[in-house]
């Protein structure tokens, strides 16, 4: 291997090389050497290293050299906990080893020295630079221990299991946090912060939480909004909201003038906190990053070591993909949301009859389906009352549900014919102009019938039967009217069922969600509604409607339920 001298001549040549003139300043070191940039990723390597791992620089480059390159002498990936190289790597000092091990292309495991030293690519980039060289097996002594860790081996790999278990289990992001925090106090430190980037780029000091003897104690007055990252500050918790690297630090480092708000923040908080040494970690994620997690002791004896720094990045790591799932589902649950809440409308107000509208969510899917209910006005001053049900239960489902939803709308106001003919021309529109695959619904129309009564007529394709139920509690499906669902493109006519709704009776319009269960026939299921909304029917609507649902709706329901109920008046 190249002497000291040579090696630090070449660094400094290094130190004032533009990023593009690296791999050709490389070819003048005489031996194997690559660059890797702030995180770990290789940029930069000599033909010697080509030669030697029998890999073109093609399938090196961008890679990250400790999961590409690092091995055990039997040939299997290193833990990144045992690895020396990236010790300095991330302590950013020179240093090297006697005997390590490097993947060759046809899978063995080569024997090498290295010597790792930091340099700058510009004004700006750092990097580090690797120099090794090959050795024979019988060059090698006895092996040196390895540095003094947190924990032991298995304890470690028992921390890392639980970590990834315990924060992936879970899709809230608070929960997520606090599991985080139970993981790592007052195992590894007395304190520990976690700093968030929120997704308006702005960073929310989220969690600081001390462990006192067996209690968590959170300080909310640490808490709060933190200034903005600044772009170039080389201080500990800057880079690692950068997500640059893992670093030490203790009270010490943020007592000279600060260089940015986040700085004075820190300054405050080691005051605050009595912490004596930290060690901070990026949190990120395969897209981004996402925070930091400080770990900090005040009442524990002894510091961090530069050794501890792969435990609490590798802890680091797996809290970044946690915390991405939960905002990735938070995110699709809230649009979700106000979708629904958009495509779900009021209900209109009609003269002498009661009207209740109950939408539920499917319990673990995205917040959103494509059942849905609707009721308006029609121009000849009848009203309509729809229900029905998109096949899917996602942001998809409920796109095609506002389609036909507002189709439906059109054709029943504009055209002055009975449900069924609007049902047919609804199904050609479906087939030819939406994106909706199958759908089924009902479409009722309600109109005063003289002397105070009403009348109901309804088409319903392929969907659970109307259910009516008169005041003193007789129940009875409406079956007429019945037709194929919509989207399968047959063309067989549609039907009418008409029917007089008694003084003070009740018609319930519903999705299969409430009736469904699996390892239960679907009559099993009517025979429950049936059975409990005739017990109910003297109830007042809205009690009426919420304790049906409560009652009805199966435990192992995994659909979404929309629900219409309609009471005539008492009297004529």
């Not at 940029?43 to 010697?48: D, E, K, L």
């Amino acid at each position: 291997m190249a002497g000291p001298e040579h090696t630090h001549s070449h660094a400094r040549r290094l130190l004032s090389a533009p990023a593009a003139a690296v791999a050709e300043v490389l070819e003048a070191i005489g031996t194997e050497a690559y660059v890797v940039d702030e995180q770990g990723r290789i940029i930069a390597v000599n033909s010697r290293t080509e030669r030697f791992l029998d890999r073109p620089a093609a399938d090196l480059l961008g890679h990250d050299a400790h999961d590409l390159l690092h091995r055990d002498a039997h040939g299997q990936p290193l833990p990144r906990t045992h690895c020396r190289m990236r010790q300095a790597f991330h302590a950013g000092c020179t240093a090297q080893a006697e005997e390590d091990y490097f993947a060759h292309a046809d899978g063995t495991a080569r024997p090498i020295s290295w010597l790792i030293t930091p340099f700058a690519l510009g004004e700006c980039e750092r990097g580090t630079l690797v120099l090794f060289h090959g050795r024979q097996p019988q060059e090698t002594g006895a092996r040196p221990e390895q540095a003094a860790t947190l924990l032991p081996d298995l304890e470690r790999l028992a921390l890392l299991a639980a970590t990834t278990t315990q924060l992936t289990s879970t899709l809230d992001v608070d929960e997520a946090l606090r599991r985080l925090v139970t993981l790592v106090v007052p195992r590894l430190a007395d304190w520990v912060i976690i700093d968030l980037i929120t997704e308006r780029d702005e960073v929310w000091r989220s969690v600081v939480v001390e462990a006192d003897g067996s209690a968590l104690v959170p300080h909310e007055e640490l808490q709060g909004p933190m200034p903005p990252v600044p772009e170039e500050s080389p201080m500990p918790l800057s880079r690692a909201l950068r997500g640059v690297a893992s670093t030490l630090a203790g009270p010490q480092t943020y007592q000279g003038p600060p260089d940015s708000g986040i700085a004075v923040e820190q300054r405050r908080l080691f005051d605050a906190t009595g912490v004596h040494s930290a060690a901070i970690a990026p949190i990120r994620s395969t897209r981004a990053v996402l925070g930091a997690l400080t770990l900090g002791r005040a009442r524990q004896p002894g510091d961090f070591k530069t050794a501890d720094l792969p435990l609490i990045e590798d802890i680091a790591r797996r809290a970044g993909l946690a915390l991405d799932n939960a905002r990735l589902y938070q995110r699709q649950r809230k649009v979700a949301e106000t979708m629904q809440n958009h495509l779900l409308p009021q209900m209109p107000r009609v003269s002498g009859l009661q009207m209740a509208v109950r939408y539920l969510p499917a319990p673990d899917a995205s917040q959103v389906g494509g059942d849905w209910y609707d009721a308006f006005s029609l121009s000849d001053g009848a009203t309509a009352l729809a229900v029905g049900d998109v096949v899917g239960h996602d942001l998809e489902a409920a796109a095609g549900m506002a389609q036909v939803r507002n189709m439906l709308r059109a054709y029943a106001w504009a055209l002055p014919e009975p449900p069924s003919r609007i049902v047919e021309r609804l199904d050609e529109a479906v087939m030819h102009i939406t994106d909706v695959t199958m759908a089924t619904m009902i479409l009722a129309r309600v109109e005063e019938a003289g002397e105070g009564r009403w009348k109901l007529s309804w088409s319903n394709a392929g969907h659970p039967p109307p259910l009516l139920i008169s005041h003193d509690g007789l129940a009875e499906y409406l079956t007429g009217g019945h037709g194929i669902l919509l989207g399968t493109g047959a063309a067989e006519p549609r039907t009418d069922g008409t029917a007089l709704l008694p003084p003070g009776s009740t018609l319930l319009l519903y999705t299969d969600g409430l009736i469904e269960e699996p390892g239960h026939t679907l009559d099993e299921g009517l025979h429950r509604l049936r059975r409990h909304a005739a017990a109910l029917a003297h109830r007042p609507l809205d009690s009426f409607t919420d304790r049906l649902l409560r009652r009805v709706r199966p435990a192992a329901n995994d659909d979404d339920v929309a629900l219409l109920a309609l009471r005539a008046p008492t009297r004529p």
